[in-house]
Each structure stands twice: as structure tokens, then as C-alpha cells.
């Protein structure tokens, strides 16, 4: 069975950064793409950035692009998105989630694998 465990959340100023982790149990972590999204109150989840099996290929979306980094580390089954210059508009709970494809994606309906979340907030 397939366990996403998400890390790294909490309480955060407008300008400031945060890491969040997840850490993937299950084999052959480094055949499958793995994505965040993340979901705002009252607001559908929405993507946020995709890695390929290898990290060699990233996609952000438009509002994290420049702040946001996503990357793997594939010898420990953990991805990462070091989350920088974070607005209160970042304010969700975040989700990793583990696509069973060869290619990234930047769908929801794309992943098959999805962690319980973590929540950020941004304010002062």
C-alpha cells in the first residue's frame, strides 16, 4: 500500500520560506512523477508543480513560478517544494501526490497516490 506522508507546514510571516517534505513508502520510487497541489478555503485544489521520475523536468504553475522549487530526492523516497517569498494568497493545505505514468503531469485526475496534506498559512 501506498503511504504519502507530508511535512514541513505551519505558521509563516509574507515574505518568509518554508520546506515541505513527503515521504513516499513505496518501491520503486524513482519510476513515478510526483506532484504538489494545493487547496485554499472555499476554493477547488488546484496544481501547484510537477517532477519527473528523474527531476530532471519540472512545471510550476504561473502564481508559484520564480518562488516555489520542487525537487526529489530518490535514494531517500522524499520530494520536496522549498516554498520562498511566500504571499498570504499561499495560505492552503498542501498535497503530494504520486502519478503511476511515465511522464509528469499537471492534472489532478493524473496522480493515483495522494498524502493527507499539510497546512501553510502566511500572515502577520
Known amino acids: 500500500q501506498v503511504q504519502l506522508v507530508e511535512s514541513g507546514g505551519g505558521l509563516v510571516q509574507p515574505g518568509g520560506s518554508l520546506r515541505l517534505s513527503c515521504a513516499a513508502s513505496v518501491r520503486s520510487f524513482s519510476t513515478y512523477p510526483m506532484g504538489w497541489f494545493r487547496q485554499a478555503p472555499g476554493k477547488e485544489r488546484e496544481f501547484v508543480a510537477s517532477i519527473s521520475r528523474s527531476g530532471g523536468n519540472t512545471n510550476y504553475s504561473d502564481s508559484v513560478r520564480g518562488r516555489f522549487t520542487i525537487s526529489r530526492d530518490n535514494a531517500k523516497n522524499t520530494v520536496y517544494l522549498q516554498m520562498n517569498s511566500l504571499k498570504p494568497e499561499d495560505t492552503a493545505v498542501y498535497y503530494c501526490?504520486?502519478?503511476?505514468?511515465?511522464?509528469?503531469?499537471?492534472?489532478?485526475?493524473?496522480?493515483?497516490?495522494w498524502g493527507q496534506g499539510t497546512q501553510v498559512t502566511v500572515s502577520s
Open positions: 501526490a504520486e502519478r503511476r505514468g511515465v511522464t509528469d503531469a499537471l492534472l489532478e485526475n493524473q496522480y493515483e497516490y
